[in-house]
C-alpha cells in the first residue's frame, strides 16, 4: 500500500511540473525597407565576424648565459626557430631584448645570441 502511494504521488508531481505555464516562441523582428537607412544599419550589425589564426612563432627562454651573451630557446613540438632568424624578447608584455638564432639544436631547443637588451629564465621569444 505504501509503495502504490509513494509510486502514485511520485507519477502526480511529475505531472504537476510539465503541467506548468510554457512561454511563448520569440517573434521575429519586423525586417526595414530595402533602401533605408535602417536597412543599411541591419546589414552592417548582421555581418558575420571572421576569425584567422596568427603565424607567429612563440618560444620560451629556459637558460640564459649572461657573460657569453647567448640563452636556450624552448620551442613547441614541430615548431622550431631558423637558423639566422631574428626573435623578440618579450617579458609581461614589454620588448626588453632581441637575438639571433644561431644553433645547434637539440629536440625542440635551440640556442640563439643575445644581439640588443636583457633575457631571463621565463621570458617569451616571439617572431615578428
Excluded: H, W
Excluded at 41 to 59: D, H, K
Excluded at 74 to 96: D, H, I
Amino acid at each position: 500500500m505504501r509503495i502504490s502511494l509513494s509510486i502514485i504521488l511520485l507519477f502526480a508531481l511529475t505531472l504537476s511540473g510539465c503541467a506548468g505555464k510554457k512561454t511563448a516562441a520569440p517573434r521575429a523582428a519586423a525586417q526595414p525597407r530595402a533602401g533605408s537607412p535602417a536597412a543599411a544599419a541591419a546589414s552592417a550589425t548582421n555581418q558575420t565576424l571572421i576569425v584567422t589564426s596568427e603565424n607567429v612563432l612563440v618560444g620560451k627562454v629556459t637558460l640564459v648565459n649572461p657573460t657569453a651573451r647567448f640563452v636556450v630557446l624552448n620551442f613547441p613540438l614541430g615548431k622550431m626557430a631558423a637558423v639566422e632568424q631574428r626573435l623578440s624578447l618579450y617579458r609581461r608584455g614589454l620588448k626588453v631584448g632581441e637575438v639571433k638564432v644561431t644553433g645547434p639544436a637539440r629536440e625542440d631547443n635551440i640556442v640563439a645570441d643575445l644581439v640588443a637588451g636583457e633575457a631571463e629564465v621565463g621570458d617569451e621569444a616571439r617572431s615578428r
